[in-house]
């Protein structure tokens, strides 16, 4: 198959999916094996330094943002990063500990854009290779699958396309230009539940964003949850089930564990908190004290939820919930 066009980013990740299938007949069981740790063994256990992470979903919606602060706290180093949240991605830039990122969207909608990546990216040499949100979670999608590339149409003729890593090739059943899309290997992904049970079945109320997709696509699976419960809850309602067990490395409980974002039909978006994090975000120094404060000094999530307000704020942030 012969490439007509190629983007001009680097890909940050490659595609080994005959590596992906080998860990998971390696490292994988069947067998229901009691996962629940605490986020400092949870992170232990499923990060290192150098490892390409992957934390799902979009914004500032269901961010695994306890697990992330906790990576703060270890100090990992040299990280790749899926740039298709916000808090999650630009705390980790904050700290120094991303050198790449293939990125979709971080900016605070009406905010606007992140002032850390800004600085990352124009001042301190952070690589970043684009493509769409679509894209991203196509590539997902091509792992799960264990194919190498998913053929596409959208982001043919965009800037995107030409900062991205993709290339361009003709289809050969007759339907003109493709652009193909690498799959996404991830070293480890993070992604914030709304219940588990101590083995890693996992269930999701309302959007599922591509959390079954980067599921399958990762060599490691950290799950935070908002609520453990036994199994026979789990059973109670299969179609939620959207993470089965035998995917799953590490469980952590974590309420309010996407503060200060929020969890759909729990709790809603502390909008004083993220403010404070942006006007402190506008300079190094309030960047680093800021990181300091609410991450390096506290040992923990529990730490954490009472320095925000303890269970007061926690009725407050439920109040704003949606409901169904």
């Known amino acids: 198959m012969e490439v007509l066009e190629s983007g001009r980013g680097r890909l940050l990740q490659t595609p ?22 605490d986020e400092h063994e949870a992170v232990r256990r499923c990060i290192d330094d150098g490892d ?9 919606c269901r961010a695994p943002l306890s697990i992330v602060r906790e990576i703060v706290r270890q100090g990992r180093r040299h990280l790749r ?4 949240g916000l808090q999650d991605v630009d705390w980790l830039v904050a700290a120094g500990m991303v050198d790449a990122m293939d990125i979709t969207y971080n900016a605070y909608e009406v905010h606007g854009l992140s002032s850390v990546l800004r600085r990352a990216v124009e001042k301190q040499g952070l690589e970043v290779v684009e493509w769409s949100n ?21 982001m043919l003729g965009t800037d995107t ?16 230009r493709v652009m193909l899309l690498p799959a996404l290997v991830v070293d480890c992904a993070v992604i914030h ?5 101590r083995f890693g079945n996992c269930q999701l109320d309302g959007i599922s964003g591509f959390a079954l997709e980067i599921a399958r696509a990762s ?6 949850a908002e ?3 036994d199994t026979e809850t789990i059973r109670q309602y299969p179609e939620r089930n959207v993470i089965p067990y035998f995917l799953v490395d590490a469980v952590v409980h974590a309420p309010f564990g996407s503060h200060p974002g929020e969890m759909p039909y729990l709790y809603g978006r502390d909008e004083p908190s993220t403010l404070a994090w942006l006007e402190s975000a506008k300079t190094l120094e309030g960047t680093e004290a800021f990181l300091d404060q609410t991450m390096r000094r506290l040992p923990n999530h529990a730490a954490y939820l009472e320095l925000i307000g303890g269970a007061a704020k926690q009725a407050e942030l439920r109040a704003l919930a949606v409901g169904r």
């Open 161 to 176: 396309f030409v900062r991205s890593a993709g290339k361009v090739t003709e289809d050969p059943f007759g339907n003109g």
């Open 81 to 84: 990063l899926v740039g298709q």
């Open 219 to 224: 060599r490691k699976v950290l799950i935070s």
């Open 134 to 154: 679509a894209g991203i979670a196509w590539r997902f999608k091509a792992a799960a699958m264990g194919v190498p590339f998913l053929p596409i149409k959208s």
């Open 193 to 197: 539940v709304h219940r588990a049970d």
């Open 52 to 60: 390409y992470i992957g934390f799902e979903l979009y914004g500032t």
């Open 16 to 37: 080994d999916l005959d590596g992906l299938r080998r860990w998971n007949r390696e490292h994988k069981s069947m067998a229901l094996v009691d996962k629940l740790v």
């Open 227 to 229: 609520e453990i419960v």
